[in-house]
């Protein structure tokens, strides 16, 4: 069985959705490096883990030999400071899950576990330079939701857009199915 990361999944779904023929295990553009943001990603859930302060994240941009890696990963903290500023956070493990589609299972692993302002929120970052549009907002929503909704009642489900310091949530499932109907609607 083929194990394919959610990213990887909704970029399927949305390239499949569009009428192009999607492959869930093609190379998308721009990710010949899978991992291209491993080391941020690991920073900022080490820092909450951790209850370190947001300043340790500046040495990931430090330790980058990279000039474009350095500006994009200072970008993205940038951002994400400005979502720390949205109210007092503190570390939870995030559940996972896996969800089998024919051949393949695809990995519902949300990176975040933080209770904002006392209440949980179960939180997948998107770090990509491309803007996070609205259909794929709905598609990883509505994934984690549907996954992990019935394991984590009462939590709240977001995909956060780094780079801006946006947190897109959803939390109840009329809310899900709300979101799912206006996207169908929109094509």
């Given at each position: 069985?083929?194990?394919?990361?959610?990213?990887?999944?909704?970029?399927?779904?949305?390239?499949?959705?569009?009428?192009?023929?999607a492959d869930p295990l093609k190379e998308r553009k721009g990710d010949s490096s899978p991992d291209y943001y491993h080391p941020l990603r690991d920073a900022i859930v080490a820092m909450h883990r951790e209850d370190q302060l947001p300043v340790t994240l500046d040495a990931v941009v430090a330790r980058e030999t990279s000039e474009k890696k350095r500006r994009v990963f200072a970008r993205a903290i940038e951002g994400y400071r400005r979502f720390l500023e949205t109210g007092t956070m503190k570390w939870f493990d995030p559940p996972r899950s896996r969800y089998r589609m024919g051949a393949h299972e695809v990995d519902v692993n949300p990176e975040l576990g933080l209770a904002i302002d006392e209440t949980p929120h179960v939180i997948k970052m998107y770090f990509r330079g491309e803007p996070l549009t609205p259909r794929r907002t709905s598609v990883m929503l509505s994934l984690l939701a549907g996954r992990l909704g019935r394991i984590c009642p009462g939590h709240v489900f977001g995909v956060l857009d780094v780079r801006h310091g946006k947190l897109h949530a959803v939390s109840t499932p009329e809310e899900r199915f709300g979101m799912l109907r206006a996207s169908n609607e929109g094509r």
């Open positions: 069985m083929d194990r394919i990361s959610l990213t990887g999944f909704v970029d399927f779904v949305l390239e499949a959705g569009a009428g192009g023929v």
